[in-house]
């Protein structure tokens, strides 16, 4: 291709709209794609009683990826828990201060 011709091509590029916006419309945190499950998993983890669990239903995700969704969430509420799963659940409970880790087998 000729000078002329990349020259001409350079023009023909449409270039990038930039603008100014409030900062109140940006939207400042970007939730995961487990976003609401995480907060349901969370607030019934804050009032779960001692020596329960919550079992939650492995439909389309592996267990490991939900497990360390819970724990990343979990661990930003500073709430200490363990899990553990079977094929079609995963258990997931609060550390108690003075618990064993392998007191759940």
Known sequence: MTPKGQARKRKDRKRAKIESVPVSDLK??????HYELM????????KLASH???KIELRDLPAKTLRSAVFRAATARNIEITSFSD???LYVLKKSPNSEPDAIS
Not at 28 to 33: A, D, P, Q, V
Not at 39 to 46: A, F, R
């Open 28 to 33: 400042l945190r970007r939730h995961s794609r």
């Open 39 to 46: 907060q349901e998993v969370l607030n019934k983890l804050e």
């Open 52 to 54: 329960s669990a919550i």
């Open 87 to 89: 094929q079609n659940h």
